[in-house]
Every structure is written in C-alpha cells, then in structure tokens.
T-cell receptor, first 111, second 114 residues
Framework: SQQGEEDPQALSIQEGENATMNCSYK?????LQWYRQNSGRGLVHLIL?????REKHSGRLRVTLDTSKKSSSLLITASRAADTASYFC???????????FGQGTRLTINP | DTEVTQTPKHLVMGMTNKKSLKCEQH?????MYWYKQKAKKPPELMFV???????INESVPSRFSPECPNSSLLNLHLHALQPEDSALYLC?????????????FGPGTRLTVT
C-alpha cells in the first residue's frame, strides 16, 4: 500500500504566485523528504524534515510537518517557470532500507 | 563530486535481447538503489544494495538481475524483457544503508522494449 498520498495531483499557477502541495502518510516516520523531478529526468532532493521538527526552510521552500495528523506540506514562494516539475514526498519505512514515494503533484508555472 | 551517472540514456531492445544498465557514483555512498518509474507515477523500488550486498529485492522478476561489482558501481542486467517493462530506470545512492538519509538520483535510462 502507498505510504504517502499527495494532493493536489496537478496544480497550475501564474509565475510569482505561491504553490502549496500536501502529503499524507500512514505509519510513524523518522523523517519526511521532498523531491523534485523535471520531466523525464532524475529526482533531486529538496529538503528533509525530521519527526521532531515542525517547520523547515530552504530558500523559497517552506516545509511543515504535523505528526499528529500524519501530514506535511511544501510551500514554494514567488514561483518561477523553472519550478515547473513533479514534486514527490517520500518517507522511509522504519526498520527497512526503503523509501516510499507519494503519487506526486505535477506543478505548472505559467509565465 | 555529487553526481550519479547512468548509461545509456536511452535503450531500445527486443524481447530476446540481453542488455545492461550501468550506474556509477563517487560520493563514497555505501547504499545504492534501482527504481522503475512509469509515466506519471512515482518511482518504485526494485533493489537495494548495502555495502555491496543485496539487501532488498522487491519481488522483481528474474529477467532483471542486479549486480554490484564494487562500492561505486551498480549494474542491472536485462534479459527476455516484456513490453510492459518499458519505463524510466533510475539509480540512486545514499550514505550507509539507511533510507533515512537523502538519496541522490541519476538522470535515468529510458528503456523501450519492442
């Protein structure tokens, strides 16, 4: 079964606007990770938030984690055309060497 | 060097062919991974190598055969594939063998089985 589910599945916004995508997961986690994938290419690690953290920033990225609700959100501020990509949350399965990805959000930034 | 390289970038093979995908990293990572990704889907884990030993096989058909010759190299040998095996194959690496660490991905090999 899927560990992470994301919404929305697709998001289209104007350049300069903020983009928010959400991720829900099912089991206890040590951390939650966000990755970006440009069309047909490899994934790039964006940010890792540990289970004892509630919020983390990296440049224009802001990630929150609510372990009581088993959910996380990724906010991209002041979006740019280059942010057009698919974004995946991923959670490690405890006790295993396995990273499970959510279904992803396809983000389109319109100029 | 924070790069994972994969060759070839594209591969077209018939169902009777034998081919290999290659992956290389020089970051000193001791865990390496193979993922399969279909269009508009998330990556699906296939295999995990930790310290050059196979630690996870996600019930992958035997027509896919992984190999880790040393700590920097990871191969995926392909034989008698089916058209439904057409996908993007991604290699990744991470520190040690813990999925808790971030993973570094290669650009992938786009495989088409005819």
């Amino acid at each position: 079964s899927q560990q992470g589910e994301e919404d929305p599945q697709a998001l289209s916004i104007q350049e300069g606007e903020n983009a928010t995508m959400n991720c829900s997961y099912k089991t206890s986690i040590n951390n939650l990770q966000w990755y970006r994938q440009n069309s047909g290419r490899g994934l790039v690690h964006l940010i890792l938030i540990r289970s004892n953290e509630r919020e983390k920033h990296s440049g224009r990225l802001r990630v929150t984690l609510d372990t009581s609700k088993k959910s996380s959100s990724l906010l991209i501020t002041a979006s740019r055309a280059a942010d057009t990509a698919s974004y995946f949350c991923a959670t490690p399965i405890q006790g295993a060497q396995k990273l499970v990805f959510g279904q992803g959000t396809r983000l389109t930034i319109n100029p | 060097d924070t790069e994972v390289t994969q060759t070839p970038k594209h591969l077209v093979m018939g169902m009777t062919n034998k081919k290999s995908l290659k992956c290389e990293q020089h970051m000193g990572h001791r865990a390496m991974y193979w993922y399969k990704q279909k269009a508009k889907k998330p990556p699906e884990l296939m295999f995990v190598y930790s310290y050059e030993k196979l630690s996870i096989n996600e019930s992958v058909p035997s027509r896919f055969s992984p190999e880790c010759p040393n700590s920097s190299l990871l191969n995926l040998h392909l034989h008698a594939l089916q058209p439904e095996d057409s996908a993007l194959y991604l290699c990744a690496s991470s520190h040690h063998g813990l999925a808790m660490n971030e993973q570094y991905f290669g650009p992938g090999t786009r495989l088409t089985v005819t």
